[in-house]
């Protein structure tokens, strides 16, 4: 009997490893067209060729600057219940975060109706609006986690990188036609991205104890929202500018990697 329990708990040991070792997939397919994917990917292997690297510190500076343009326009709310929660929400998910890259992460609260949340250097920008428009903890962990992962995959580092590419071949030949195209590319490019962050902000949230199936609603709602006004901020890393297919992805991602059915 004894061995039969030891046996036992060895094979439950195996499967609990067997099920933590598994390694997460991300799968694309739920964005609208493949040369999306297609061009993100030549992009970045062509900036990597070329070899020019954004530094950490060039993140955090990007960061600062990101907060002094902030300061300049908004207010923020540094105190009060809807902060502590916040802030309170942040602190578990960073805890959990695998290989961290190193950022002190920061939330700023914004007191704007607009609803929107962006991130540059580990400093996380989150609007009243945005807070409202959450129905609960765990839709606001959705959106941390997701800001988060745009930190942790060096989104921020590689359109650093980008920019100083272009800057370096195009910018001394035609001057503003770099930004110009600089621009562009983020814009068709940046879906990829969003969908990766979607996605590894839901594993985030799950292994920190968020409920994880919200986030499909909420990106549905962000989507109707979005196909009713236009949503814009002055920032220049507004990282929102689309729901896409958003919602299938974080469902499809679910179910392959956690085996979780959302009826959403
Ligand atoms: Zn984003």
Known sequence: MKYILLVGIFLLKAHLNAQTKKKITYDFSCLESSTTIWLADWE?????????EATFTEEINVGLQVLDECKKEYTFISSGAEIDLLRGILNKLKLKIQKPRGFTYQIYYIDDPMVNAFTAGGKIFFTKGMYKFCKDKH??????????????????RDNIAKSKTYDKYIGKHFGKFSVFVANI????????????????GVDLARNTGYQTCQTISLWKRMQAKE??????ITSLLNTHPYSGRRA?????????????QCNE
């Open 139 to 156: 839709e606001m962990a959705a959106i941390l986690a997701h800001e988060i992962a745009h930190n942790e995959l060096g989104h921020i």
């Open 248 to 260: 299938d992805c974080v469902k499809n991602h679910l179910k392959t990697n956690y085996a979780i």
């Open 227 to 232: 196909g009713k006004e236009n949503q814009s």
């Open 44 to 52: 970045k292997e062509i900036i990597s060729t070329l070899g020019v």
């Open 185 to 200: 590319l983020t814009l068709s490019f940046n879906q990829k991205n969003e969908a990766h962050c979607d996605m590894w």
